[in-house]
């Protein structure tokens, strides 16, 4: 079923179509009826996928491209520089162009229930959570995570009737669109190149929850809780109209009461590992009520929902340790995640940590230190650049320096190394970051074993 806002529209090519937001949109759209196509930097698990599918992905820019020709519409990720050769192609072409962004907010114009997940921390797990309980009471929904859900992946859809959607606040792109519903978790400074300040940031995020017909904030959160009056949730906060109470942790899974407007309504059992998931799921909990949901069904929804990938995941053991993998790479996701490593933790804990681009180091560095500093067994592994050129004062390396007591490795095999010489059985390997840290850490549970 086509798009209103695609009527004259039959053929579609993605610049940067392999990251895991653009791939989902790009599953929407091949499932819509459209002819989609695209390109990325180089092959990954998610271009796999989309080939799988019969979506054509080619590796490299390429401006004479027969695809990049014929497409009435081209979409680029903002990760992308305006120099890129086929996007700079296309405007000599004069395509359509349109953002990631400005193609999600014309998606959302489809459906009658958008529900847009914000925050610094936290959007994909929640967003996932949010498609659990649709899931769960049986509306026709279509969700779109940032992120690879245990069940649905990055993308699902059994109908029109709700989306859920991450709204991300990169260069302020979460006000492309508006939602009948909104969610937001936190507010912390990060992608700070892209504001004027805090206060752009802040008001940034409170313009994002005018927007919605209703939003619903952290109540635990100062910097949530200065954008107005807005129905809000939280733990510690007495005054939350949705407030988590009597919480019991089994292994650092979850349960907790909801009380709803101070009424105890229901008792939840989280599956998933963290305190910081009962935030996300009474967020998600709050928005789902306020569609019309049964609280029972709502909460057997949260229970269903396990993990996304990269999001305290465990890849494997050796010797007896566990290695897990935590996307983690601001110094408040840093905290959360190294405590409840420490909860689960029989032994030794290990942290290699991999910073996420050169600007984000420099301009959090005393944070970074802060947080740092106090874990024991501390590796910092090198930058994950992304779309930045190399900057020494921002690197891993500096970091390493600063912090004093960690180690730095540059590669693979000085972690090898490392950890060959230490870990037992009842250590826990703990590897944080959003960059390539991950299959680094695949690849060195192999060598290892």
Same mark, same amino acid.
């Given at each position: 079923?086509?798009?209103?806002?695609?009527?004259?529209?039959?053929?579609?090519?993605?610049?940067?179509?392999?990251?895991?937001?653009?791939?989902?949109?790009?599953?929407?759209?091949?499932? !819509?009826?459209?002819?989609?196509?695209?390109?990325?930097?180089?092959?990954?698990? /998610?271009?796999?996928?989309?080939?799988?599918?019969?979506?054509?992905?080619?590796?490299?820019?390429?401006?004479?491209?027969?695809?990049?020709?014929?497409?009435?519409?081209?979409?680029?990720?903002?990760?992308?520089?305006?120099?890129?050769? $086929?996007?700079?192609?296309?405007?000599?072409?004069?395509?359509?162009?349109?953002?990631?962004?400005?193609?999600?907010?014309?998606?959302? /114009?489809?459906?009658?229930?958008?529900?847009?997940?914000?925050?610094?921390?936290?959007?994909?797990? !929640?967003?996932?959570?949010?498609?659990?309980?649709?899931?769960?009471?049986?509306?026709?929904?279509?969700?779109?995570?940032?992120?690879?859900?245990?069940?649905?992946?990055?993308?699902?859809? +059994?109908?029109?009737?709700?989306?859920?959607?991450?709204?991300?606040?990169?260069?302020?792109?979460?006000?492309?669109?508006?939602?009948?519903?909104?969610?937001?978790? @936190?507010?912390?400074?990060?992608?700070?190149?892209?504001?004027?300040?805090?206060?752009?940031?802040?008001?940034?995020?409170?313009?994002? !929850?005018?927007?919605?017909?209703?939003?619903?904030?952290?109540?635990?959160?100062?910097?949530?809780? +200065?954008?107005?009056?807005?129905?809000?949730?939280?733990?510690?906060? +007495?005054?939350?109209?949705?407030? =988590?109470?009597?919480?019991?942790?089994?292994?650092?899974?979850?349960?907790?009461?909801?009380?709803?407007?101070?009424?105890?309504?229901?008792?939840?059992?989280? @599956?998933?590992?963290?305190?910081?998931?009962?935030?996300?799921?009474?967020?998600?909990?709050?928005?789902?009520?306020?569609?019309?949901?049964?609280?029972?069904?709502?909460?057997?929804?949260?229970?269903?929902?396990?993990?996304?990938?990269?999001?305290?995941?465990?890849?494997?053991?050796?010797?007896? =340790?566990?290695?897990?993998?935590?996307?983690?790479?601001?110094?408040? $996701?840093?905290?959360?995640?190294?405590?409840?490593?420490?909860?689960?933790?029989?032994?030794?804990?290990?942290?290699?940590?991999?910073?996420?681009?050169?600007?984000?180091?420099?301009?959090?560095?005393?944070?970074?230190?802060?947080?740092?500093?106090?874990?024991?067994?501390?590796?910092?592994?090198?930058?994950?650049?992304?779309?930045?050129?190399?900057?020494?004062?921002?690197?891993?390396?500096?970091?390493?320096?600063?912090?004093?007591?960690?180690?730095?490795?540059? @590669?693979?095999?000085?972690?090898?190394?490392?950890?060959?010489?230490?870990?037992?059985?009842?250590?826990?390997?703990?590897?944080?970051?959003?960059?390539?840290?991950?299959? =680094?850490?695949?690849?060195?549970?192999?060598?290892?074993?």
């Amino acid at each position: 079923m086509r798009l209103k806002g695609l009527k004259s529209v039959e053929k579609i090519y993605f610049i940067g179509i392999g990251g895991i937001s653009m791939s989902a949109l790009a599953c929407f759209l091949f499932d !819509c009826g459209y002819s989609v196509s695209g390109s990325d930097a180089a092959r990954s698990e /998610q271009t796999e996928k989309l080939s799988a599918q019969g979506i054509p992905v080619f590796v490299g820019a390429d401006e004479n491209r027969a695809e990049l020709a014929v497409a009435e519409l081209v979409v680029y990720t903002d990760a992308i520089p305006m120099e890129h050769a $086929e996007l700079r192609k296309a405007k000599t072409l004069q395509k359509q162009i349109v953002s990631r962004a400005e193609l999600l907010a014309i998606i959302c /114009q489809e459906f009658p229930n958008v529900l847009a997940v914000a925050g610094s921390h936290g959007k994909t797990t !929640c967003t996932s959570m949010c498609a659990h309980v649709f899931r769960g009471v049986g509306v026709p929904f279509t969700a779109h995570i940032g992120g690879e859900d245990g069940t649905f992946g990055n993308f699902y859809t +059994s109908g029109r009737e709700y989306f859920v959607t991450e709204a991300c606040e990169y260069k302020k792109n979460l006000l492309k669109f508006s939602s009948r519903r909104s969610i937001l978790l @936190n507010i912390d400074k990060d992608h700070m190149e892209c504001y004027d300040g805090e206060k752009d940031l802040i008001d940034t995020f409170r313009q994002f !929850c005018v927007n919605a017909e209703t939003a619903f904030v952290c109540a635990d959160d100062e910097k949530c809780r +200065s954008l107005g009056d807005f129905p809000c949730f939280g733990i510690e906060n +007495s005054g939350a109209d949705y407030r =988590a109470t009597h919480l019991r942790a089994n292994g650092e899974r979850y349960s907790f009461t909801v009380e709803e407007y101070g009424k105890a309504i229901c008792r939840i059992r989280l @599956n998933a590992i963290g305190r910081c998931n009962v935030y996300n799921a009474l967020a998600a909990f709050a928005a789902m009520r306020s569609f019309g949901f049964n609280e029972r069904e709502i909460a057997m929804g949260l229970e269903s929902f396990t993990a996304v990938k990269r999001r305290f995941e465990k890849i494997g053991t050796y010797r007896g =340790a566990s290695f897990i993998c935590d996307y983690a790479h601001h110094p408040r $996701e840093i905290v959360a995640t190294v405590r409840t490593a420490q909860g689960v933790c029989r032994g030794e804990l290990y942290v290699v940590f991999q910073p996420h681009t050169y600007s984000r180091t420099k301009l959090l560095m005393s944070e970074f230190l802060s947080v740092l500093r106090p874990i024991k067994n501390l590796m910092i592994y090198k930058t994950y650049a992304a779309r930045e050129r190399y900057d020494g004062s921002g690197s891993a390396a500096a970091l390493s320096r600063a912090v004093g007591s960690s180690l730095y490795a540059e @590669n693979v095999y000085v972690l090898k190394t490392w950890l060959k010489k230490t870990v037992k059985e009842g250590d826990v390997v703990l590897f944080l970051g959003a960059g390539d840290i991950y299959y =680094a850490a695949q690849y060195l549970l192999k060598e290892l074993r």
